[in-house]
């Protein structure tokens, strides 16, 4: 009566995994995967801070929000609209010039064009018109960075159909384009790390 050990059936699982023994990592390092450099650094002994001030990029963006769009572009749906103001952001293959340095100036300088940028082309969606100014700037901070990756996509693979010269480490930023094998990264102002951690 009952059960017994030799009529049970072992490792009949598809799923089956084997036992392993447990391997316990040789150091902290190369348990989490980062050196110790970055593990043990003490963040209160920075001697310096770089911080950026954005009033000036949100004051103008307030400034745009209140004069309202500049041209009143009407189509039939609002999605013809919409891809009528994105077309205006075409760009001009011939008057692309090519980015050697990318560091703390050329990195504003693309933050400030993305974020004007979608403040005037949200204005073309009439709904966002009648929001509050506070509410419609709230909109821009939210959506400004996931159109700015939707515009590089779009833009970079434009400029692989009409140059028949593109690599695929080219990548286009603000009508720029950047070849991420040659581009020297300057990322002293963002981090004190060595530049090979930063930019991962």
């Known amino acids: 009566m009952g059960m017994v050990t030799e009529n049970f059936q072992f490792n ?31 963040s209160l002994s920075h001697s310096s801070e770089n911080l950026i001030d954005v009033k000036k990029l949100i004051l103008e963006a307030c400034r745009l929000l209140e004069l309202g769009s500049e ?7 609002y999605l013809k609209t919409l891809n009528l103001g994105f077309m205006l952001l075409q760009f001009d293959v011939d008057t692309m010039h090519y980015f050697d340095r990318l560091g ?23 709904e966002f018109n009648y929001l509050d100014r506070d509410v419609k700037l709230k ?18 693979v434009r400029y692989r159909k009409l140059d028949k010269q593109a690599k695929r480490e080219h990548k286009i930023l603000r009508y720029t384009c950047i070849d991420r094998k040659q581009v020297k990264v ?4 963002l981090s004190d790390y060595p530049h090979v951690y930063v930019s991962r």
Request: contains cysteine.
């Open 12 to 42: 009949r699982d598809k799923y089956y995994l084997a036992t392993r023994p447990t391997v316990i990592a040789s150091s902290i390092p190369y348990f989490v995967g980062r050196p110790e450099f970055l593990l043990f650094t003490d």
């Open 139 to 156: 909109v821009v901070k939210t959506v400004w960075f996931i159109w700015c990756k939707i515009h590089k996509c779009v833009a970079t």
């Open 71 to 77: 041209s009143l572009m009407i189509e039939e749906n």
């Open 186 to 189: 300057d990322t002293s102002w």
């Open 104 to 126: 703390r100036t050329e990195c504003l300088d693309i933050i400030e064009f993305y974020f004007l940028t979608v403040t005037k082309w949200m204005m073309n969606f009439d």
